[in-house]
């Protein structure tokens, strides 16, 4: 079973339903019953059943991690399996995918799920005006073909190897077709867990539904409490005094208060987040390659996962592929520290001195004006003279970043590769903060479009790594550092040994994934 | 005294006109100020995804690309007629959702603000007795040990940060002696005993906050009435030193404690953010607080007018209540 190559997974996912039914070993010993309470960070008075509307962390785990279900799911070692649907295959070309969909199951509200679920909820993407953060990924289907009760096809503008991988996303949940906005008022999904109350930025509390189609694998609590705590102080109050099993985002600074108390334990994973300086390469002096580089050696990105992410992370070398990537190149030849070497690639571009402004605020990440500060005192040896600009943190999204040369800014980072440079490397695109196009680097932008409908999973694997190499010799942004997820457990709830490390706690699915001690 | 009732009403009358046309100013500074604040709605909700066309789309449906003074007009109309509107949040949602139910900026404050006044009810229940009980005391046993030990204290507990009392409170309180929850997410549905129990941390935190000034405002107001000569008849009458203060000098002292007493009420349903973060108490506080986080007007401006409300209410309740307990002020010369 785990000799399943991600070729075959990702062509045809016929494994994937037999991969989920038979579930991990792990979960064999979970204990059913009890009740989960979670302090999480990110809610909001605003939140509802809407996945569209979804970003933040509460919801994320309320509506993808309890209520509702999408048709694919990312296990928690990173592999994709079949949520709603149980296999799927795709045309040669990428274009053209066939989803087959579980059977038997049912919404909270008694409606059997289908093929017309499927495209309802997914339309619910694409309609005029919708906001919804994934309207990119639906907008590139033409065409939703429903084949019978419980296949659908999906007929893609250009191929894309990864769409199955895309449907896993917190945005694509599934609702009851023609019943969609009750669906959003009451929150009426297929996941493990209906709700018995909400209270947006306050509570939400879920009961295990009875029969499900997940059967004994997953969702073990009988009852899941999730309490809104944004302050980090307060979560960390609420899981010490044991009011609590688990919270979210703990401030990394009280870690050693956490490490005293035998009764919980601090879990962290590496995952794609990461802290940028983007540097606009269709300004000067960003234009030229060598003064890029010349500031890629002139930062100490050990001190700064030391410093500003407390050890919790691991450098980067400035390509926003992180651990949670299927085809991240983990053993890629760093860019060490050297102010020699940063002098040298000045000088190559003509230049003794070097002055640049960097603007800076606590918006882009928490920490960032102090990041600045350090890549300033690291790259002074070299001749850069680093300014940096304190920015107002209001409104630095729209005044700061995408504006100024050289700025800080932060990614969450996306499931695939194609998605994350597509976001924000892909020539032209609104989000592409380093100006990254055509004409920096055509090798670039042509492997892009080449690995994107590209299904062999090695041929895919070089195409990446090749990129990846591309962006650390040569790239416009500055990412010296993935930051981890850290979270906090009490020993009262057992844990599996292999946590996702895509999103946090657990990849949003603690709820379904944990259980009682 | 039914024969003064006329002159307090009309009292009552104006203040209540004065009231309204105070509303009315803090209405145009909070909208004027908020929009004056950097970025709108649309750009703090888009975030880092806030494209021109993303952000005028949003404005465009929220009318945030209408003048100020439109804008303004057209939400004073509404209020004019009862309705708070919807916040922003929600406004934004709907238009992608296309029907459904809206929730509106009354249904989502009223929920949260009955919560603040429990929370401000069981503080008052706690701090004004207690703090009147000892004010009277202190100024019965002025000078002595007692006296000097309740000024040290209180006095100290109010020049503390509000943080630091929930903080020490939780520390004794549900660390090292778990006998309260230093959680205090109270919701629907849970029982008046449970929710009694959840809120007294942040209750016994605000009560240590306003304990000082009305404690001390009692002492004062009864030490100053000590050397009329009313006081003095009264000693040479020989009744013991209790009676004279709370028989003979708490009644006249009452005008400046009632004073204190409301001041402090308003800022317990006005000024409890703090704790409300710190306990994650559901009141209106943190509502108003994310509110202005994300520049949703018609939730600011609800919340502000709420606010202001409880000061002048409170304010016009303490003159009433001084009048009446003063008869030199129920019998205007």
């Known amino acids: 079973m785990t000799r399943l190559t ?57 509506s993808q991690g309890a209520v509702f279900d999408a048709l694919t ?18 045309s040669p070309d990428a274009k053209t995918w066939t989803f087959n969909l579980r059977q038997g199951v049912t919404f909270h509200n008694g409606k059997a799920f289908g093929a017309d679920d499927v495209i309802e909820s997914l339309q619910m993407h694409v309609a005029e005006d919708s906001k919804s953060a994934a309207k990119p990924i639906v907008s590139a289907i033409t065409e939703m073909k429903k084949l019978g009760e419980h296949q659908v096809q999906l ?53 295990r539904v009875d029969s499900h189609y997940k059967g004994d694998a997953a969702g073990f609590f009988d009852e899941i409490e999730f309490i809104a705590i944004n302050d980090p102080t307060a979560r960390m109050n609420a899981l010490l005094t044991g009011q609590v099993e688990t919270i979210n985002r703990v401030d990394v600074k009280t870690e050693a208060l956490l490490n005293a108390n035998p009764l919980v334990s601090i879990q962290e994973v590496t995952g ?38 407390l050890g919790h992370g691991s450098i980067a070398y400035d390509t926003p592929i992180g651990p949670a990537n299927q085809y991240y190149a983990a053993d890629m030849e760093p860019i060490p520290y050297d102010p020699d070497k940063a002098a040298f690639y000045l000088k190559e571009a003509g230049m003794d001195q070097l002055n640049i402004d960097l603007s800076a605020s606590s918006a882009a990440f928490a920490g960032a004006v102090d990041a600045s500060q350090l890549y300033q005192s690291s790259a002074k040896p070299a001749g850069i003279n680093i300014n ?13 970043w995408l504006k100024k040369p050289f700025s800080a800014a932060f990614w969450s980072g996306r499931a695939t590769e194609d998605w994350m440079f597509s976001s924000a490397y892909e020539d032209g695109v609104p989000w592409n903060d380093s100006q990254w196009g055509t004409e920096d680097s055509e090798r670039f932008q042509e492997l892009l479009v080449t690995a994107r409908a590209e299904l062999d999973s090695d041929k895919r694997r070089e195409m990446y790594t090749e990129m990846q190499m591309i962006l650390r010799d040569d790239g416009g942004v500055i990412i010296p550092m993935f930051a ?22 657990d990849n949003a699915r603690m709820a379904e994934r944990w259980a009682m001690a | 005294m039914t024969c003064h009732v006329p002159g307090v009403l009309k009292i009552v009358l104006q203040r209540l006109a004065l009231g309204l046309v105070t509303l009315f100013v803090v209405s145009i500074v909070i909208f004027v100020a908020v929009n004056a604040l950097p970025g709108d709605f649309a750009q703090v909700i888009l975030g880092q995804g806030a494209t021109p066309e993303a952000v005028a789309a949003i404005r465009r449906d929220l009318a945030l690309d209408e003048p100020l003074v439109t804008r303004y007009v057209g939400w004073l109309g509404a209020i004019l007629t009862g309705d708070l509107g919807t916040s922003f949040a929600q406004l934004n949602f709907q238009s992608s959702l296309g029907g459904g139910e809206m929730k509106t900026v009354a249904s989502q404050i009223a929920p949260r603000f009955a919560n603040t006044i429990f929370l401000a009810g069981v503080t008052a229940a706690i701090a004004v007795p207690v703090a009147v009980a000892l004010g009277v005391l202190a100024a019965l046993y002025r000078g002595s040990v007692f006296d ?78 000590l050397a009329s000569p009313y006081i003095e008849m009264a000693r040479l009458k ?39 973060v710190v306990f994650v108490y559901p009141g209106i506080g943190q509502l108003f607080v994310d509110a202005v986080k994300i520049r949703d007007i018609p939730v600011v401006q609800a919340c502000c007018l709420i606010f202001a409300a409880a000061y002048i209410l409170l304010n016009l309740t303490a003159d009433i209540l001084s009048i009446l307990s003063n008869p030199r002020l129920r019998h205007p010369k």
């Open chain 1, 155 to 207: 007929v893609l503008a250009a191929g894309n190897a990864d769409l199955p991988y895309l449907l896993s996303d917190y945005h694509l949940m599934m609702y009851p077709a023609g019943q969609i906005d009750e669906a959003i008022s009451k929150g009426i999904g297929t996941g493990l867990y209906q709700v018995v109350s909400f209270d947006p930025g306050v509570r939400f509390v879920g009961k």
């Open chain 1, 73 to 90: 799911e990312v296990a928690a070692d990173g592999t994709l399996v079949g949520e709603l649907a149980e296999s799927w295959e795709a």
């Open chain 1, 388 to 400: 940096v600009v304190q920015e107002p943190a209001d409104g630095y999204w729209s005044n700061v």
């Open chain 1, 272 to 309: 794609n987040r990461h802290f940028t300086f983007p540097m606009l390469t269709n300004v000067a002096p960003f234009d030229d390659v060598n003064v890029r580089r010349a500031l890629k050696h002139g930062i100490n990105r050990q001190e700064m996962v030391d410093k500003i992410l």
């Open chain 1, 6 to 62: 991600r070729r075959g997974l990702l062509r045809t996912g016929a494994a994937a339903g037999v991969l989920a039914a038979s579930g991990l070993p792990l979960k064999a010993q979970m204990k059913r019953g009890g009740r989960l309470r979670a302090g999480l960070a990110g809610a909001n008075t605003s939140d509802n059943w809407d996945a569209r509307t979804h970003t933040d962390a509460f919801m994320q785990n309320a």
């Open chain 1, 484 to 505: 981890n997820w850290v979270q906090a457990v009490s020993n009262k709830l057992s844990v599996p040994g292999t946590v996702g490390n895509l999103w946090g706690m």
């Open chain 2, 148 to 225: 000097r030990f309740t000024n040290i204290f209180t006095l100290s507990s109010v020049s503390s940060p509000e943080f630091f009392l929930a903080y020490m409170l939780i520390l004794f309180l549900a660390v090292l002696n778990p006998m309260l929850p230093s959680l205090s997410n109270i919701y629907d549905g849970m029982a008046f005993s449970e929710r009694l129990r959840a809120t007294m941390l942040p209750a016994l935190t605000l009560t240590l906050i306003v304990l000082a000034q009305m404690m001390r405002m009692t002492r004062a107001a009864i030490i100053n009435l």
């Open chain 2, 238 to 276: 020989g009744i013991s030193p209790m009676r004279v203060i709370v028989r003979h000098a708490l009644p006249n002292a009452l005008a400046p404690i009632i004073n204190v007493i409301a001041l402090n009420l308003a800022y317990l349903i006005t000024g409890v953010v703090v704790v409300e």
